[in-house]
């Protein structure tokens, strides 16, 4: 499990970073594309030819709303992948709130383009955002026009929260997928978990050829009964002669290797720290956190004015929630990569989180470890 940076500017492209955008590579060997600002197909290309991405293995785009630096790439993404794709690739699944399916249908639709494998779109009905300005209640922000798509495989789906708040979406194999609103002033926003189901750990082969020797067993039933039983919770394993093995014996370390979860959010404002119960749950336990930091402290007021996060706000988010690895990204362009940036950004964090952190570039790559990390102590508030 790897994640791809493609663009980690906020608003706008800088000379050195484009906007939001970035893959998540699942053990399957199977791409997860979430946020396709402007030029998200062309730092794709860059990637492939790198042998980092591969736009065949794609089938999943995910949004977390429809500002432009997040979304202005997706018709252009959806026809590269579609040039992409085998002809026995399923329809391209898209995910976002209300509102995805009207951009991508008229842009679709105006530009009469065609695609080989079409596609579906799944829409998240967020509760309404407040503060819309100019935009409240534009009807046309979420309608989509009534004539689907050619290749539009099925009529846009709009899913419901469950009584939790968050939304559940089964559409990826051996790995789970789940939203949650976020708070981002006058547009609804949302995040994203990808976690991978949980896998039997390391069995003992040593002592399964025992058991069987000694019991008149088979060691390779031995071996297949222990993983089956780390799955279904069951503690012990009767062999061949009618006496039984404690499961827990049976393996080295943990029986249950738990799977990694990665979260992606969407621009949210967390100040110091705060967020709802949803994106609580969401956030819990990750392997490892992507939060945006729009603005460095010294703009905090700023930075909540426009619905945005510090990198303080994200690290106590961090903290709270058990994350091993925080990413930053969403940089202002008004911020250079160099040592003062650097320096600003890291003694932010560091004073909320101990674990690893990642202040990302275009084309960095991190890789998700398969045994969580042992978090040192943060460091005491000043």
Same mark, same amino acid.
């Given at each position: 499990m790897e994640l791809l940076f493609l663009g980690t500017s906020a608003g706008a492209p800088s000379a050195s970073r484009n906007v939001q955008s970035c893959a998540v /590579? *699942? =053990?399957?060997?199977?791409?997860?594309?979430?946020?396709?600002?402007?030029?998200t197909q062309q730092q794709l290309l860059k990637a492939s030819r790198a042998k980092s991405f591969r736009p065949s293995r794609t089938n999943l785009i995910l949004v977390t709303h429809l500002h432009g630096d997040h979304?202005?790439?997706?018709?252009? *993404?959806?026809?590269?992948?579609?040039?992409?794709?085998?002809?026995?690739? $399923?329809?391209?699944? %898209?995910?976002? $709130?209300?509102?995805?399916?009207?951009?991508? /249908?008229?842009?679709? %639709?105006?530009?009469?383009? =065609?695609?080989?494998?079409?596609?579906?779109?799944?829409?998240?009905?967020? $509760?309404?955002?407040?503060?819309?300005?100019?935009?409240?209640?534009?009807?046309?922000?979420t309608t989509a026009p009534p004539v689907l798509h050619p290749?539009? /495989?099925?009529?846009? =789906?709009?899913?419901?929260?469950?009584?939790?708040?968050?939304?559940?979406?089964? *559409?990826?194999?051996?790995?789970?997928?789940?939203?949650? $609103?976020?708070?981002?002033?006058? %547009?609804?926003?949302?995040?994203?978990?990808l976690q991978e189901a949980d896998a039997p750990g390391s069995i003992d082969a040593q002592r399964a050829a025992a058991e069987a020797e000694r019991a008149g067993d088979d060691?390779?039933? %031995?071996?297949?009964?222990?993983?089956?039983?780390?799955?279904?919770?069951?503690?012990?394993?009767?062999?061949?002669?009618?006496?039984? *093995?404690?499961?827990?014996?049976?393996?080295?370390?943990?029986?249950?290797?738990r799977g990694r979860a990665v979260v992606v959010l969407g621009d949210c404002c967390h100040a110091g720290g705060v967020c709802s119960d949803a994106t609580r749950r969401l956030v819990e336990d990750a392997d490892v956190l992507v939060h945006e930091a729009t603005l460095d402290d010294a703009f905090a007021a700023l930075a909540l004015e426009r619905g945005h996060s510090t990198p303080a706000d994200a690290a106590r988010v961090a903290a709270r929630a058990g994350t091993s690895h925080l990413v930053l990204w969403h940089f202002s362009p008004r911020y250079r990569n160099d040592d003062a940036f650097r320096t600003t950004f890291t003694d932010a964090v560091r004073a909320h989180f101990g674990g690893a952190l990642t202040l990302a570039l275009d084309f960095d790559r991190v890789a998700v470890p398969r045994e969580k990390k042992v978090l040192p102590p943060a460091a005491p508030p000043p």
């Open positions: /590579r *699942l =053990e399957s060997g199977e791409y997860v594309v979430v946020d396709c600002g402007e030029g979304s202005f790439g997706l018709p252009g *993404l959806v026809v590269y992948l579609d040039n992409a794709a085998t002809e026995k690739a $399923p329809p391209l699944q %898209i995910v976002g $709130p209300v509102g995805v399916a009207a951009f991508l /249908r008229t842009a679709l %639709i105006l530009s009469r383009t =065609e695609l080989k494998r079409g596609y579906r779109v799944t829409e998240l009905a967020t $509760p309404a955002p407040t503060g819309g300005g100019a935009y409240e209640g534009a009807a046309l922000c290749d539009e /495989r099925a009529v846009s =789906e709009v899913l419901a929260p469950n009584d939790d708040g968050m939304f559940a979406l089964e *559409l990826l194999t051996g790995c789970s997928l789940t939203a949650a $609103p976020l708070a981002h002033g006058s %547009i609804a926003c949302v995040g994203y978990r060691a390779r039933r %031995i071996c297949r009964a222990l993983r089956e039983c780390s799955l279904n919770n069951t503690e012990r394993l009767t062999l061949a002669d009618g006496s039984e *093995l404690s499961v827990a014996d049976g393996f080295v370390g943990a029986v249950t290797r």
